[in-house]
């Protein structure tokens, strides 16, 4: 990769995507981090804001966080300067993604990660570390799979949705958008939207909202 990447965060989640970057080919220039006092990060220089002069023949970029909702948020306001084509998918290449499947501009998919045939991820989604769909799933535009998450096949998962770690959808059901299955936790029917299920099967816990924090 001949462009310069520029990282969007400074929190774990930039971390691992970082990792995800280098392995796969890209060059990090820089990571970005309006909020804080970094200077370097990761032995990279660190940035409040993205330098001027950035475009698709020169750079990159990934948004390294790893709040789905905070992650579209960001991504708005990018999206008025920068457009979506500077934001690739990064893949790592211990994952494995069947032909058929598509992968969305800005979604990252972690070591060890499984896509089954004719699945669909949506823009800048989070597929972490060994975590798995199966065939004929659609993920929703910023949501995320939690380490060791997994689905059956035709699974849909909505928008800003959560698998949380080590958790299992049973094929044939849907998560609802803004909705949350629990860490360990086994989805045997589909999920409302804004809820927070939990168990194993999973039940109601609590309602949300979408801008509520998960972790």
């Known amino acids: 990769m001949s462009k310069d990447l520029y990282v969007w965060g400074t929190g774990g989640h930039a971390k691992s995507l970082a990792e995800i970057a280098m392995a796969s080919g890209f060059q990090i220039r820089a990571f970005i981090s309006p909020n804080s006092d970094f200077r370097t990060f990761l032995g990279f220089n660190a940035y409040p804001d993205l330098p001027e002069g950035l475009a ?17 948020k960001v ?78 096949g035709n699974v849909t998962i909505g928008e800003r949705a959560v698998l949380a770690i080590s958790s299992t959808a049973r094929h044939g059901v849907r998560i609802g958008d803004d909705s949350v299955l629990g860490a360990a936790s086994y989805a045997h029917e589909s999920i409302p939207p804004l809820t927070v299920a939990v168990g194993a099967p999973a039940s109601f816990l609590k309602s949300r909202k979408a801008h509520d924090r998960y972790l």
């Not at 934001?87 to 800005?106: M, N, R, V, Y």
């Not at 800048?124 to 949501?143: P, R, W």
Request: hydrophobic content about 35%; proline content about 6%; some cysteine.
């Open 56 to 72: 698709p023949t020169n750079a990159v970029i990934a948004i390294g966080i790893g709040d789905n909702f905070t992650r579209q």
């Open 75 to 152: 991504w708005v306001e990018l999206n008025k300067t920068y457009p979506i084509s500077m934001f690739p998918p990064l893949i790592h290449p211990t994952a494995s993604i069947a032909k058929d499947s598509e992968i969305g501009q800005g979604s990252t998919v972690h070591q060890n990660s499984v896509v089954g045939t004719s699945s669909q991820v949506g823009i800048f989604c989070t597929l972490n570390t060994s975590s798995s769909i199966e065939h004929d799933c659609t993920v929703g535009d910023f949501a995320s799979l939690g380490p060791g998450a997994r689905t059956g």
